[in-house]
């Protein structure tokens, strides 16, 4: 089991930045990816961004330019750092964590940014 607790999100106004944080702990295994899904209210759970254990990213093209996700592999520990928000960034960040078909989700932290 791994579990995942996510810290940080918010309100912002547009143009602000916020920053997202989740540690992972439990059965970590040193090959994995971690990232970010968002889900606004009505609308499917999507990738934000992601980032292996090698250091290789995925980001979603909404996002590309205005985020970026950060590791500390050895804290277990993934970052998200949202800069120019938007309106329709607000949604619900999830922290994943993947690992051979195995999966993992956090809690969930509130992002709203207003206009």
């Known amino acids: 089991q791994v579990q995942l607790v996510e810290s940080g999100g918010g309100l912002v106004q547009a143009g602000g930045s916020l920053g997202l944080s989740c540690a992972a702990s439990?059965?970590?295994?040193?090959?994995?990816?971690m990232g970010w899904y968002r889900q606004a209210p009505g609308k499917q759970r999507e990738l934000v961004a992601a980032?292996?254990?090698?250091?290789?990213?995925n980001y979603a093209d909404s996002v590309k330019g205005r985020f970026t996700i950060s590791r500390d592999n050895a804290k277990n520990t993934v970052y998200l750092q949202m800069n120019s928000l938007k309106p329709e960034d607000t949604a619900v960040y999830y922290c994943?964590?993947?690992?051979?078909?195995?999966?993992?989700w956090g809690q969930g932290t509130q992002v709203t940014v207003s206009s």
């Open positions: 994943n964590y993947q690992h051979r078909g195995y999966v993992f």
């Open positions: 439990g059965s970590i295994f040193s090959i994995n990816v």
């Open positions: 980032m292996y254990s090698s250091g290789s990213t």
